[in-house]
């Protein structure tokens, strides 16, 4: 079974910046749609941005579109989340997953994913 592991939470100021990382072990994450998804206490995890696996495509949640942008590095077998401009409102933890297909399903994998990361916590504090 593979395996996603996310890194690059933290504590930042509203405004800053942070770079996700989702590297995958145990398969090619190349050839699978990947998504990215959040969640606050209390709230249902909610789909963020997912990146399809046959060019690329990209889509994004209106609550982050223009300020958080996502890619992949093959060669590394991991996908980046660069989030700027960060708000207190981003502040949750932050999941990467695939469904094992290529394709997105909106600005999301398809539900449910089959993969998922243990998460990340990013907090946009002053």
């Known amino acids: 079974q593979g395996q996603l592991v996310e890194s690059g939470g933290g504590l930042v100021q509203p405004g800053e910046s942070l770079r996700l990382s989702c590297a995958a072990s145990?398969?090619?994450?190349?050839?699978?749609?990947v998504g990215w998804f959040r969640q606050v206490p209390g709230k249902a995890r909610e789909g963020v941005t997912c990146?399809?696996?046959?060019?690329?495509?990209?889509t994004y949640a209106d609550s982050v579109k223009g300020r958080f942008t996502l890619s992949r590095d093959n060669a590394k077998n991991t996908v980046y989340l660069q989030m700027n401009s960060l708000k207190p409102e981003d502040t949750a933890v932050y999941y990467c997953?695939?469904?094992?297909?290529?394709?997105?399903?909106?600005?999301?994998?398809?539900?449910?994913?089959?993969?998922w990361g243990q998460g990340t916590p990013v907090t946009v504090s002053s």
């Open positions: 145990g398969f090619s994450l190349d050839y699978y749609a």
């Open positions: 990146i399809s696996s046959p060019d690329g495509t990209t």
């Open positions: 997953a695939t469904d094992l297909t290529r394709y997105c399903s909106g600005y999301s994998v398809p539900w449910p994913p089959e993969v």
